[in-house]
T-cell receptor, first 114, second 113 residues
Framework: NAGVTQTPKFRVLKTGQSMTLLCAQD?????MYWYRQDPGMGLRLIHY???????AKGEVPDGYNVSRLKKQNFLLGLESAAPSQTSVYFC?????????????FGPGTRLTVL | GDSVTQMEGPVTLSEEAFLTINCTYT??????LFWYVQYPGEGLQLLLK?????DKGSNKGFEATYRKETTSFHLEKGSVQVSDSAVYFC????????????FGQGTTLQVKP
């Protein structure tokens, strides 16, 4: 049981390049989330999904897109990377609604945009 | 909107000292409250949670009580260890049906031998 895994662990991009971050969970969770972590700002929600085939915007969605084609996977895309997107990205999943269920986090992806 | 405010760090303590990390929140409705811990180089792990007023969450010697009257959820531990060195995040659940968490900015704890 791997829990929540993220690929890749580290990545360096040049401004304007694109990439996709993959999050996978093997706990049959319905809800999945993408957060970014920046110094002194805690974690901020980018996008989330309440089930296969659904996505919704979080607090800071601009510059990102997501897809949830399979229940176990949640992809985060950057179409044209900018230095402001340098951050650590965390994926999380939960069985149900966050107020009743624990969110389980992946180990993170450290992204640098030059 | 909903928000969480934590005391600023870093907090530096000697081993076996008493720990308090303050957390206050602003929310409409009745959110659940959480403390997450992040060890160096790792993702976040749930430390404890409380789902209604006056509930006390506890785990690994840490405790926090949901105080609705003071809108607080302070984290305490009676005797810290070097292994408790980490970043601690207070969070509340969005009171809609989305399951979103709103995090404080995090407090770094360093425990010295």
């Amino acid at each position: 049981n791997a829990g929540v895994t993220q690929t890749p662990k580290f990545r360096v991009l040049k401004t304007g390049q694109s990439m996709t971050l993959l999050c996978a969970q093997d706990m049959n969770h319905e809800y999945m989330y993408w957060y970014r972590q920046d110094p002194g700002m805690g974690l901020r929600l980018i996008h989330y999904s309440v089930g296969e085939g659904t996505t919704a915007k979080g607090e800071v969605p601009d510059g990102y897109n997501v897809s949830r084609l399979k229940k176990q996977n949640f992809l985060l895309g950057l179409e044209s990377a900018a230095p402001s997107q340098t951050s650590v990205y965390f994926c999380a999943s939960s069985l149900g609604r966050g107020w009743a269920d624990t969110q389980y986090f992946g180990p993170g992806t450290r992204l640098t945009v030059l | 909107g909903d928000s969480v405010t934590q005391m600023e760090g870093p907090v530096t303590l000697s081993e076996e000292a008493f720990l308090t990390i303050n957390c206050t929140y602003t929310a409409t409705g009745y959110p659940s409250l959480f403390w997450y811990v992040q060890y160096p180089g790792e993702g976040l792990q749930l430390l404890l949670k409380a789902t209604k007023a006056d509930d006390k969450g506890s785990n690994k010697g840490f405790e926090a009580t949901y105080r609705k009257e003071t809108t607080s959820f302070h984290l305490e531990k009676g005797s810290v260890q070097v292994s408790d060195s980490a970043v601690y995040f207070c969070a509340l659940s969005d009171t809609s049906n989305t399951g979103k968490l709103i995090f404080g900015q995090g407090t770094t704890l360093q425990v010295k031998p």
